[in-house]
């Protein structure tokens, strides 16, 4: 099967209306080849270019992708996760950071106007790029704004610390309005331990001390949606002499369809091969009855 043809299957694997990028295609051939044959699906119809690079397929009562969408398939292919921008996590607070004059040199100069175009945040380099909805810049924030702002109650305190000291925040309110349950109160008070004391020292309690710990790990993992039929791994199969073993399985064929084989190769976890000694130190042994061929082995 030629790299035109993988490309064509590995689209038509996707789920109806998820987007991807050319990246995502080259290891069916190079960059040169890819490009050829992406620039094919669009001619024919069969995908439709929503940014540079990203691309989705045209099904039949398509919804055009998101603005986020793009933005989230843009930012994968570059090893990136996007998150709402530091104005919009304010914003949602009913918060606005003051502007203010900026100094440059002996000067002062006023602050920069906004973005024209729609902005999120990464955990990366800053970049801007064209999409069917208009430009998109993904700007650069700082780990622990980042970090923080993967959890939900998380966006609270990164909202508050975009909109700086000199806004007037009433934090009384803002808790009110955004009605935590215990739990996330104390999730809360948690990640507020990385950011700045300003914000921190409002969200102190003292009467619940004990129950508060900073947490040991902020960036909660997010899993992507991936079609199913591309990583569930296949059945391999390894042959030794005239018996055959099924690798990646609960039981060999030998142990379970074939009554009169007594050799299976199971995973070695399950032969538990590897045996802990010390710390750092390990003796790996191989069990004659589960080789055909094995010789004895013992690991002095």
Not at 101 to 126: D, W
Not at 175 to 190: D, G, V
Not at 265 to 291: C, Q, W
Request: glycine share 6%.
């Amino acid at each position: 099967m030629g790299s035109t043809s993988m490309c064509r299957w590995y689209v038509n694997q996707l789920p109806p209306g998820q987007c991807f990028h050319t990246r995502e295609l080259l290891t069916y051939g190079k960059r040169g080849t890819i490009d050829k044959a992406t620039q094919a699906m669009v001619r024919s119809g069969m995908v439709l270019k929503v940014a540079r690079a990203v691309f989705v397929r045209n099904d039949i009562n398509l919804k055009e992708p998101t603005i986020e969408e793009i933005a989230s398939t843009k930012a994968r292919a570059f090893g990136k996760h996007i998150i709402p921008s530091e104005l919009a996590q304010a914003a949602k607070l009913g918060l606005e950071r003051p502007s203010k004059l900026r100094k440059k040199g002996n000067k002062l100069v006023p602050p920069k106007p906004p973005y024209p175009g729609t902005t999120f945040a990464v955990l990366g380099t800053t970049s801007e790029f064209w999409t069917v909805h208009g430009y998109v810049r993904l700007k650069h924030l700082s780990a622990r704004k980042f970090f923080a702002a993967q959890h939900n109650v998380g966006e609270l305190l990164t909202g508050i610390w975009q909109a700086s000291k000199e806004a007037k925040i009433d934090f009384q309110k803002i808790l009110a309005k955004a009605n935590l349950q215990p739990q996330q109160h104390i999730r809360m008070r948690e990640l507020a331990a990385w950011v700045p004391e300003w914000v921190h020292e409002k969200f102190r309690n003292l009467s619940m001390r004990g129950k508060i710990h900073a947490p040991w790990r902020l960036y909660p993992f997010v899993e992507l949606a991936f079609p199913k039929s591309l990583v569930v791994p296949k059945l391999k199969v390894v042959r030794e002499s005239p018996e055959v073993y099924a690798v990646g399985t609960k039981f060999g064929v030998g142990q379970e369809a074939c009554a009169g084989c007594e050799d299976a190769l199971d995973l070695p976890a399950m032969l538990g091969l590897l045996n802990e000694r010390k710390a750092t130190e390990y003796n790996f042994k191989i069990v004659k009855s589960h080789f055909s061929s094995a010789k004895i082995l013992n690991s002095g």
